[in-house]
């Protein structure tokens, strides 16, 4: 059975880092694409971000180009977010999903969501 | 980047009824369009995908249809599980959500 599970969100200070951490499990990691989205509660979703297979190729949503880093690794089964210059819209429930093979458009596997909330 | 835009963002119904969702691209997306259904408090569910293809264990009464610039989920006959909000995205180029249909029960 796949599972996702994210980890990490808590309260933090705007301008402030934090690491969000996603492990998975009933798939090979190192074989599939990997995505964060986030929605702010009672609101809509909005994709962050896509990883490849090997962590060689990154892609982000505009908005947080350049504060955002999206990385793997596949020994740990695992894929995180570093997110530096924490701002209050980036208060979201933060969701780690499954790609494919050769991409990640769209995720049939998601997890359960963390709960990112920045605010001083 | 791509703006998709869904109608009704509000849609009430009763059990038995047959509804429609819209959703329109700010340009053409040809057929890479994918619906979820979202429930309080839950991640997202994938539905249908390429605009049309319905999903493992997605039941036959919801369908999905368009290309270009306009697709449409149809439910046939809405089922207790089925009031949820309902969001289009669309893959051709970086992903991106319309800004959902919450289904109300009448």
């Known amino acids: 059975e796949v599972q996702v599970v994210e980890s990490g969100g808590t309260l933090v200070q705007p301008g402030g880092s934090l690491r969000l951490s996603c492990a998975v499990s009933?798939?090979?990691?190192?074989?599939?694409?990997m995505t964060w989205v986030r929605q702010i509660p009672g609101k809509g979703l909005e994709w962050v971000a896509n990883?490849?297979?090997?962590?060689?190729?990154?892609y982000y949503v505009d908005s947080v180009k350049g504060r955002f880093t999206i990385s793997r690794d596949n020994a740990k089964n695992s894929l995180y977010l570093q997110i530096n210059g924490l701002r209050v819209e980036d208060t979201a429930i933060y969701y780690c999903?499954?790609?494919?093979?050769?991409?990640?458009?769209?995720?049939?596997?998601w997890g359960q969501g963390t709960l990112l909330t920045v605010s001083s | 980047d791509i703006q998709m835009t869904q109608s009704p963002p509000t849609l009430s119904a009763s059990v038995g009824d047959r509804v429609t969702i819209t959703c329109r691209a700010s340009?053409?997306?040809?057929?890479?369009l994918a619906w979820y259904q979202q429930r309080p408090g839950k991640a997202p569910k994938l539905l249908i995908y390429?605009?049309?293809t319905l999903d493992s264990g997605v039941p036959s009464r919801l369908s999905g249809s368009g290309s270009g610039t306009e697709f449409t989920l149809t439910i046939a006959s809405l089922q207790p599980d089925d009031f949820a909000t309902y969001y289009c995205?669309?893959?051709?180029?970086?992903?991106?959500f319309g800004q959902g249909t919450k289904l109300e029960i009448k």
């Open positions: 999903a499954r790609g494919g093979y050769y991409t990640s458009w769209y995720w049939r596997s």
């Open positions: 009933g798939f090979t990691l190192s074989d599939i694409w």
């Open positions: 990883i490849n297979r090997d962590g060689s190729e990154t």
């Open positions: 340009q053409s997306i040809s057929s890479r």
């Open positions: 390429e605009a049309s």
């Open positions: 995205q669309q893959y051709n180029s970086n992903p991106s």
